[in-house]
């Protein structure tokens, strides 16, 4: 007889895991499966261009009515920056719990971050394609995105201290 204990996922790995499913499906991001990896590793396709001209072509960023173009950048930002404030609520919210930080949720932070940062690398890479288009758009589009950036760089705060706190609780249980 093998008994099996299986932690159920937190709130905050679950919200995570989900930002980086739906990113993926979205095509704000290539797909980090395991499968992914391993063929981006093995024939070099993991380049972050590549990601990022994906994006483009999703949003037909050079072909698409500007305003169209515009409407769905600014949704998918707007989008991600709803996501990310959930996702650093979360992460707060276990920090200032007496609820013990595992790995699965430090790691799942993390991945979340990667795809935040792969985010607005895209998105970043449309504001460009669409600049080139009309120039006025521009002012618009670094405005949603700066947003997300205060989002990222709290997440990447917010990332430390849950890896801190997690090593301190290992080695308390160690």
Not at 32 to 58: H, K
Not at 127 to 143: G, K, P, Q
Request: aromatic share 4%.
């Amino acid at each position: 007889m093998t008994a099996s204990i299986v932690r159920p996922k937190s709130d905050l790995q679950q919200t995570a895991e989900a930002f980086s499913d739906d990113a993926a499906d979205a095509g704000w991001v290539q797909s980090r499966d395991a499968v992914s990896f391993i063929t981006n590793s093995l024939f070099g396709n993991n380049d972050d261009e590549s990601a990022a001209a994906d994006y483009v072509e999703v949003i037909q960023a050079n072909s698409a009515p500007v305003a169209d173009v515009q409407s769905r950048l600014q949704a998918d930002t707007e989008q991600t920056l709803i996501a990310l404030t959930e996702i650093n609520a979360q992460a707060n919210a276990l920090l200032s719990s007496e609820n013990e930080i595992v790995r699965g949720d430090v790691s799942s932070f993390e991945d979340a971050l990667i795809t935040a940062r792969d985010c607005r690398r895209s998105f970043n890479h449309a504001a460009d394609a669409l600049a080139e288009r009309d120039a006025t758009v521009t002012v618009e589009t670094e405005i949603a995105l700066s947003g997300l950036d205060e989002q990222i760089d709290r997440m990447s705060g917010l990332a430390d201290q849950l890896v801190e706190r997690w090593r301190n609780e290992d080695v308390a249980t160690s």
